[in-house]
Structures are given as structure tokens and as C-alpha cells.
């Protein structure tokens, strides 16, 4: 079970209905990212591998530790969350 932090404004800078920061090689970054995609949830994906000032900024909210993934979305800054975790947060179509 995942942390959950309530913002009123993105505090990854993204545009999108969602933004997932994880690495390539992270099975449950690749499994939250496919669970986005099949229920339509537009999103920005940063690696944390190839985007330091995102890192700074997620180890910062965070208290110190990037963890991952993480998603931001309806709101909510998701640490590590399930997929039960994250249904209730998508927005209906």
C-alpha cells in the first residue's frame, strides 16, 4: 500500500490528466503506465534515470527519497500506489 500527498497545483510541471515518474526497468512503473493507457488517462512519463530536476524535486516532496512510481493525478501525489489505489482517482470518460 502507496502514501498519498494532496496538492492543489502539479508539483511535477505537467500539463497532462496524469504524470507517472518511475525507470524503464521498474515492473510496477511499466504496470501503473499500461493501467493509465487502457483506461484512456492522458499522461507525461519522466524516468527518473534521464530527469534530474524532477528527481531533485520528487526527493524533496518526499523527504528526501525518490520513490517510485509515482503518479500525480485528480489531485494526489500517488508513492508507490497499487492499481485499487488509483481506480477511485481516474476521471470518467
Keep these: 500500500m502507496g ?3 494532496t496538492f492543489t497545483e502539479n508539483p ?5 490528466t496524469a504524470t507517472v515518474v518511475g525507470t524503464s526497468w521498474c515492473a ?8 493509465l493507457e ?17 528527481e531533485s524535486t520528487l526527493s524533496w516532496l518526499l ?3 525518490a520513490r517510485h512510481p509515482c503518479v500525480f493525478l485528480s489531485g494526489t501525489l500517488f508513492v ?7 481506480a477511485p482517482a481516474i476521471p470518467s470518460a
Design 28 to 35: 510496477a512503473t511499466m504496470m501503473v503506465r499500461r493501467y
Design 80 to 86: 508507490e500506489p497499487t492499481l485499487e489505489e488509483l
Design 63 to 65: 523527504g528526501g527519497e
Design 12 to 16: 511535477l510541471r505537467s500539463n497532462e
Design 38 to 54: 487502457r483506461n484512456g488517462v492522458r499522461f507525461a512519463y519522466y524516468d527518473l534515470e534521464n530527469s534530474p530536476d524532477i
Design 3 to 5: 502514501r498519498k500527498l
